[in-house]
């Protein structure tokens, strides 16, 4: 009987040792934890003022991890690691996983001894400000070490992460320098943004900054040329940047409050004239830079590259994934090893007035075969059927006009109608939905409610915009826009009826896919 008992005791312990060692670890979010996580950092070190691959004299450069739980708040230790050749990795334990969500990094120099030049305090990545706030402009290597790289990563795992700068680089010089010649000390204060947080983006505060230039020689290039924060949110530096002369010659010049524009990873060149007071902002991308980024609001030009201004703009994207069951299969051969990126709409519509579609009934044009995705398919068929009637000259005058340039373009097209329809879902309430599109976008002023923009009439009425869809009874589909006492109510599919009506009109406004 105790000898039944011994071996029972011990199959209950077996079994119960069994268990423990095989118990699983789960992270607060359900997931099950293995192994440690490594994650591997690419900490860029291009120093804009040389365009060299080098640590600034007297500094190194580390690369700090700070992980948060799934609220964003905080989780142990900030982790701190040399970075060697640009590279650097992080490894977060199990038990460590168990809390966390997600993790934050930033790269930046840090002086080799004592901490008096060192430019950032970075105690938490969600509120990164200023460690000093007085610079001496002749101090190359403190200039330099303001370049600083950051990045993140929400959702932990095995990973790379690539660093980018959160700046813009701003660089201020006059027209006619010799003015000040006889100046021999330049100050320049301003209220810098700070408080920067790397999970949103966004700053939260400022910091008054001075920098000082006590050798200062009017005629040596850039008078100043600072890392700038440029948070998601701002589009323009919102506070006054003021330079002071002296020393044979004084003078205070002013940078009016939202001058500036900024754009992280772009450098921002400005002129001016001193004496006037005007200042002629041009805007230049670095080699080391990016140029800017793609999305849903941007001006792109005929070689497919992003502008800033609509002057220099053929379209405007609207959308940045495929639409419907759109594939690079239905484009000419030349697009179809590419991926779909988005698409664009012309700058304008190919004439401020609706244009006849007909000037007879139209009784022969065939439905448009159901796998017809894009306008490239569609164009020509329609245009055909249509015959040389105004709709027809017009627009192919339009597009004669503003011809792409680029091998990721297609050529412009009448969107299908799923791709009008989906345009016009960003600005207008369709099928009971309201419009899709952000507020600054349904604000973009190429798509004001008014005549010579999205209309055609003084007090705004309700017109059609053309597709290069046939519907199934033989009739141009297209969307109506609908107005009610001059105030917009929706938008609908809708035919016009060209087979049964006589001198039927339309807007168009022309399509463009974009690959990558």
């Known amino acids: 009987m105790k000898k039944n008992l011994f071996y029972s005791l011990m199959a209950l312990f077996v079994v119960l040792f069994a268990s423990c060692g095989q118990e699983e670890i789960v992270s607060d979010n359900g997931t099950e934890i293995n192994a440690p996580v490594t994650i591997s950092v690419q900490a860029p070190v291009n120093n804009v003022f040389s365009r060299a691959v080098t640590i600034p004299d007297g500094y190194t450069m580390q690369c700090i991890m700070q992980l948060l739980n799934a609220d964003g708040n905080k989780i142990g230790d900030q982790v701190t690691k040399p970075v060697t050749d640009g590279k650097v990795s992080f ?88 003015v000040a010649a006889v100046a021999n000390k330049l100050e320049i204060k301003y209220n810098a943004l700070s408080g920067y947080d790397i999970l949103e983006g966004k700053c939260s505060a400022t910091t008054p900054v001075t920098y000082t230039n006590a050798s200062f020689a009017s005629a040596d290039g850039n008078w100043f040329a600072n890392f700038f924060f440029a948070p998601s949110n701002v589009s323009k530096f919102t506070e006054e940047i003021t330079m002071a002369l002296s020393g044979g010659y004084s003078k205070e010049i002013k940078i009016p409050a939202n001058t500036l524009p900024l754009d992280a990873n772009m450098q921002i060149m400005a002129k001016f004239e001193i004496g006037d007071g005007n200042f002629d902002i041009e805007v230049g991308v670095d080699p080391d830079y990016e140029a800017l980024e793609m999305k849903v609001g941007s001006y792109i030009n005929a070689e497919g590259k992003v502008v800033r201004d609509a002057a220099d703009a053929v379209g405007i994207v609207f959308k940045m994934e495929a639409i419907g069951s759109d594939v690079p299969a239905n484009y000419p051969v030349a697009l179809q090893g590419k991926t779909i990126a988005g698409y664009a709409v012309a700058i304008e519509n190919v004439a401020t007035a609706r244009q006849t579609l007909n000037t007879e009934l139209l009784t022969t044009l065939a439905e448009t075969a159901a796998g017809m995705t894009n306008g490239t398919q569609t164009t020509d068929v329609l245009l055909t059927g249509l015959g040389d009637v105004a709709f027809k000259t017009t627009y192919e005058k ?97 035919g016009i009826s060209v087979k049964t009506a006589l001198n039927q009109q339309a807007l168009c406004r022309p399509m463009i896919t974009i690959f990558k």
């Open 91 to 178: 490894t977060i334990s199990v038990d460590e996983q168990k809390e966390v969500s997600k993790a934050l990094f930033w790269a930046e120099y840090v002086p080799e001894s004592g901490a008096a030049n060192k430019v950032y305090n970075t105690a938490d990545l969600r509120v990164v400000g200023y460690n000093t706030a007085s610079f001496d402009l002749t101090n190359d290597a403190l200039m330099a070490a303001s370049d600083a790289f950051c990045g993140k990563l929400e959702t932990i795992g095995n990973a790379s992460v690539t660093l980018k700068r959160p700046f813009a680089n701003v660089s201020v010089k006059p027209k006619n320098p010799e």
């Open 398 to 494: 339009w597009v004669g006009e503003h011809a792409p340039d680029s091998e990721n373009l297609s050529a412009w097209y009448i969107p299908t109608l799923s791709q009008l329809s989906a345009f016009m879902g960003t600005l207008f309430t369709m099928k009971e939905i309201p419009a899709t599109g952000s507020e600054d976008f349904r604000n973009m002023s190429e798509f004001e409610f008014v005549n010579g923009k999205m209309f055609d009439r003084e007090t705004i009425a309700t017109v059609n915009y053309a597709s290069s869809t046939i519907n199934n009874q033989g009739n141009v589909s297209g969307v109506r826009i609908n107005v009610a006492d001059g105030v917009v109510t929706n938008a609908q599919e809708a």
